[in-house]
């Protein structure tokens, strides 16, 4: 025997009230917590292009101071400088398009702060949010096979690597990615039309 789905009772205007609150303090939360990591985020990467150029000032064991692009793993002291200065492009490349993406999602966070969820400015944030992941993912890619060759270059011919690798994290750019911009192109549409539908009102 099936019963009737019915459908649910409106609610108090309360309970709305109450869960536009939630909202609120949970994106005025994720909002300043980016804000931090962003913060992090950047002194780390000052802190490992710094390694990176100039390995010598730390004086610390070899060992304790390396470049890993997928598989390929080196001391910074035994790669030559222009090399190096290669390295140092591929992580400004990276660490540029993760700063770029933390610092649209707490844009788009503090949008939601505002209450402001289906304006297409807040839906384009959402689609530039897409093309960032998979950018990154792409990238993430590409930097592991061009810093296998830049920190492998002085070596002989036979000792030169290129390697490809694809692991869960590049994955999860890559799929996430093109689900984020289709979802953002269909509601920044629909938002669009909605607008276009309120002027003629």
Avoid at 73 to 82: D, H
Avoid at 102 to 108: D, E, G, P
């Amino acid at each position: 025997m099936t019963q009737d789905v019915l459908p649910p009772l409106p609610q108090p205007a309360d309970d709305r009230a109450a869960r536009l609150a939630k909202i609120r303090r949970l994106s005025l939360g994720l909002k300043w917590t980016l804000t931090v990591l962003f913060a992090l985020m950047v002194l780390f990467s000052a802190f490992t292009l710094w390694i990176v150029l100039d390995p010598a000032w730390f004086q610390l064991p070899p060992e304790e101071m390396t470049v890993e692009f997928g598989e390929v793993e080196r001391s910074v002291m035994e790669i030559p400088l222009p090399q190096r200065i290669g390295v140092a492009f591929v992580a400004v490349w990276f660490f540029g398009l993760i700063l770029w993406l933390m610092w649209k999602l707490r844009q788009l966070f503090e949008r939601y702060a505002c209450l402001d969820f289906y304006s297409s400015r807040s839906l384009s944030m959402v689609v530039h949010t897409g093309w960032l992941l998979l950018a990154i993912g792409l990238s993430d890619i590409l930097t592991d096979m061009l810093g296998g060759v830049l920190v492998t270059l002085d070596r002989p011919a036979g000792e030169r690597i290129l390697a490809f690798s694809l692991d869960g994290s590049q994955i999860f750019f890559l799929v996430f990615g093109p689900m984020s911009l289709l979802l953002g192109w269909v509601l920044r549409e629909a938002a669009l039309a909605y607008e276009e539908n309120q002027q003629f009102v």
